[in-house]
């Protein structure tokens, strides 16, 4: 019989915040006042959601003998035994085949947003197999992860997706995956066993250097997508380059955490604990909310003064 909290603790929905990127297309068109398009982009983040908890759950079957001899992945619930193999193929099928139903349900563009989701699921249980075990391949597996989700909530929501939003949502994953594998490579060093697989190809200074180099180039593109004259005038604003400053402070405040606190490990966890974080990523949402959907005189004065 299943329980409840080790079945959540499997499908870890909390990571389903990640999927959140699905509603970017939306929101940067302009198009989240429409209820069509925002109603369809809803509706892949949900499938997305049901397909990224399968995956998890294929890893986690995948990696149940390594992770039974590692100190914290040993209390997950298949490592520990609280979830046998067959249940956990048992929700696998059953998120898989409810992800597919829900497709049906788009009433535009279904066979492109399931390209999408079928080019993820695929890609992901490759990366679950094998392609995990490569350095700097496993990073971009992830980025690339993340651009299918926007792609498809593009698509889904009737709204094209600019290079520029492609570019910055690659670069800014792959910022955060290498953060991550900074813990990796940390926790190598002290314990002298590699938590990856792949962890003995990275080491402190390659990993500084590509986080260096990953945050910089994000932050002169994300300048580069502010000023863009096709950029303001699909979003009727010249403004944009205002929410440069959370963009930069985010991106310093993260460098922080895993260089100073040693604790980027999980980006989720990061968004959902650490408060200097989440009102950077609130002040910019609402400084792109009032530049793209309330553009009255009187914020207009407000903005000219910069």
Known sequence: MLHFTPVVKLIRPKQWIKN?????PVFFGGMAN?????????????IFSLVASAIYCLNDIFDMDYDRSHPVKCHRPLASGAIHVSQALMIVALFTVSALLLLLLLPVHREQVALAVGCYYV????????LKDYAVID????AVGFVLRILAGGVASGVMVSRWLVLMTFLLTLFLSFAKRRDDVLRMNETGRAPRKNTVRYN????NQAITITASVTLVCYIMYTVSQ???RALGTEYLYLTTIFVVLGLLRYIQIAVVDEKSGDPTKVIWSD???QLVVVGWG???LLLIYFKDNSLSSLFSLF
Do not use: D, G, K
């Open 286 to 288: 609402l400084t792109f």
């Open 230 to 232: 096709e950029v303001m």
């Open 20 to 24: 959140v990127f699905v509603l970017l």
């Open 275 to 277: 408060r200097f974080t």
């Open 204 to 207: 402190l200074t390659f990993i």
């Open 34 to 46: 429409h209820p069509a398009s925002l109603s369809c982009a809803l509706l892949v983040f949900v």
């Open 139 to 142: 990073v971009c597996i992830i």
């Open 123 to 130: 890609l992901n249980v490759a990366y679950c197999l094998r």
